[in-house]
């Protein structure tokens, strides 16, 4: 078995961590941030302090798929996730396009409804249990090689030795390691580190926008949600609407407005104006009457996909050192899939550590990348193809007009059917929860029938919400 040190202690690296520690491994966990968690996941919320993780309080569910994957491998983690206090919700069962009930076959869109802060602690808890050695105030400062990487493979470097990294160089001294495996988020120094051992790249692919959440929490009088029936995510004009439950009578709520519309973050930075907008989507008042749990309006901004370079090309950049999650790419938070990205790639890796360890390190991170390529690449490219349209959608609606494509009309006639028709939520939500079968579903013959036609709907709308000159009226008081 290998000794292996993960850089971070989010649930990312911690979830790695786990699957990595059961199969025998010996896991350190490096971090930054010197607070452990309390004695208590109810003291989290008001007492933790990680300045490493910035949306630790902010609007937070993890997709439906990420719940598969932790029940098929990490069980015990979901059971004490519940015990704490999580929600287990079906994230079919408030859309208002479902008709008749849900079915038993539904039970692939349950989730947990919980504050991020919440599954951090348990989390923290669970691998601390299982093993897991947790050094706190350590600083990751860059990389140490040496010898062991093996000659690349390929065209492009027949011959070439390539860099192997031996551990990392830490605030509290070195940490010698058979595998680094890097989950500090999208924050990740990687490439400056990577640079520093003479390795050129990777290469980052970064979007070029992105968008601004303004989030709050409330907490109901008696425990229920305001609303039994509600949209989960609604895009309206200029803005989005998240309105998320989760645990002890918890929801959050949270506006979406393009990264670069400045004059929208200066006003949603005050509660009153917040409320106003917040006002602006149907049915919304009632998630205004639960008492704050925050204080003003917490606000996360500069949120854009990025993808490194690391795992494009059959030859090894370097070896001895994986990125997974969120440190090798970024997708936007609207959609809710890092955390079950993240845990993908986190079983990949354990799976090629199964198959290869980390005997022949070129050969370990040749079949992580093809893994993350043919797995993961996929994923990315989609999430990246929302970003662009909903962005450019934003635009359209700020001037005042219509944002026309073929594949964003087809996108949106699908969503258009989603609210009418049990079926095709059922196929959007699947694809959105990247749930597997999904794809088959998307693609039936009568539901790309129906969206053919519904396009002519969408084209034949009228402007999609207040114009901006209303929402800014709207909120300007």
């Known amino acids: 078995m290998a000794s292996i040190v993960v850089l971070g202690a989010a649930l990312g690296g911690l979830q790695t961590a786990l699957l990595l520690a059961a199969d025998g491994h010996q896991v350190t966990v490096l971090e930054r941030d010197p607070h452990p968690p309390p004695s208590e996941p109810d003291v989290a919320w008001a007492q933790w302090h990680r300045p490493g993780i910035p949306q630790l309080r902010l609007t937070h569910l993890p997709l439906a798929r990420w719940l598969q994957l932790a029940e098929a491998h990490l069980p ?67 990389l140490r090689s040496g010898p062991g990487g093996g000659r690349g493979v390929g065209r492009s470097a027949p011959h070439s030795r390539v860099p192997h990294v031996t551990g990392v160089e830490t605030s509290a001294g070195p940490r010698t390691a058979d595998l680094v495996v890097d989950c500090t988020g999208r924050r990740s120094p990687l490439p400056s580190w990577l640079r520093d051992l003479g390795v050129p790249g990777p290469v980052e692919e970064p979007g070029r926008r992105g968008f601004t959440y303004h989030c709050r929490y409330f907490r109901s009088a008696d425990g229920a949600l305001p609303a039994s029936t509600f949209p989960l995510i609604e895009e309206h004009g200029s803005l989005g609407l998240l309105r998320i439950p989760a645990d002890h009578g918890t929801y959050s709520l949270g506006l979406i407005s393009r990264s670069d519309d400045h004059e929208l973050r200066r006003l949603l930075r005050h509660e009153r104006a917040w409320s106003a907008a917040v006002r602006l989507f149907p049915g919304a008042d009632a998630w205004l009457e639960g008492g704050s749990l925050t204080e003003g309006v917490r606000i996360m901004a500069g949120l854009t996909d990025r993808k490194r370079t690391l795992y494009d090309a059959e030859v090894p950049l370097v070896t001895g050192l994986v990125a997974v999650g969120d440190a090798w790419a970024v997708t936007v938070p609207s959609i809710g899939r890092g955390l079950a990205m993240s845990l993908q790639h986190s079983l990949m890796l354990r799976d090629v550590l199964r198959q290869n360890g980390t005997g022949d390190p070129v050969g370990l991170v040749n079949a992580f990348g093809r893994a993350t390529r043919e797995g993961l690449e996929p994923v990315y490219r989609q999430s990246t193809s929302y970003t662009r349209h909903r962005l450019a959608e934003m635009d359209a609606h700020a001037a005042g007009h219509h944002y026309r494509h073929p594949d964003w009309d087809r996108a949106r006639a699908l969503t258009l059917l989603a609210g009418r028709d049990s079926d095709a939520l059922r196929a959007e939500r699947a694809g959105a929860h990247l749930l597997p079968g999904a794809g088959a579903e998307m693609s039936a013959p009568a539901l790309v029938e129906a969206v053919t036609r519904a396009v002519a709907e969408v084209e034949q709308r009228t402007r999609p919400g207040p114009s901006r000159s209303e929402v800014l009226d709207a909120i300007s008081v």
């Open 76 to 142: 015990g983690l979901v059971g004490q996730m519940t015990a704490a206090g999580a929600v287990r919700i079906n994230a079919l069962a408030p859309e208002p396009g479902l008709r008749g009930g849900l079915s038993a076959a539904d039970a692939r869109f349950d989730t947990l409804a919980a504050r991020r802060c919440l599954l951090e602690y348990v989390t923290t808890r669970a691998a601390e249990a299982a093993g897991v050695r947790i050094e706190r105030g350590v600083a990751c400062r860059g």
